[in-house]
């Protein structure tokens, strides 16, 4: 279960990003046309690493964290200096994409759980 809300969740956050968040927040940066909050590159960068911090061996855990935090700030932080986001844009794509992660994973163990079957009929 873990393996597939990792697998499916990245794609799920940007399409949450750019079919719902985007066009219901309507923020554009500067003076393009292009909606702007949430940012879908953190969105992704951030779900990706959260997949791969739930799938990683236990004595591996803290080393992707750290690694993985340092990637997610990098990307934030390239967003916002090459002006194609405000900083909330880059901190909403992070919230975004952790808790499409989590979400997923939480929901796909919630309904594999074994007594959950006897509860349903």
Sequence with gaps: MRALS???APVGAVLVVELVAKPLVGRHFGDT???SYPSGTVAAV???????FLV???TAKPAVAVIGAAVV????????ILRWH???DALGGVCV???AVCALDGALHWFSRPGLARHRA
């Design 86 to 88: 405000y900083p909330t």
């Design 73 to 80: 700030a990098a990307v934030c932080v390239a967003v916002v």
């Design 6 to 8: 990792c697998a499916i």
């Design 56 to 58: 990683a061996p236990r």
């Design 46 to 52: 951030a779900a990706l690493v959260t997949g791969g």
């Design 97 to 99: 994409g952790v808790g």
């Design 33 to 35: 046309s292009a909606l």
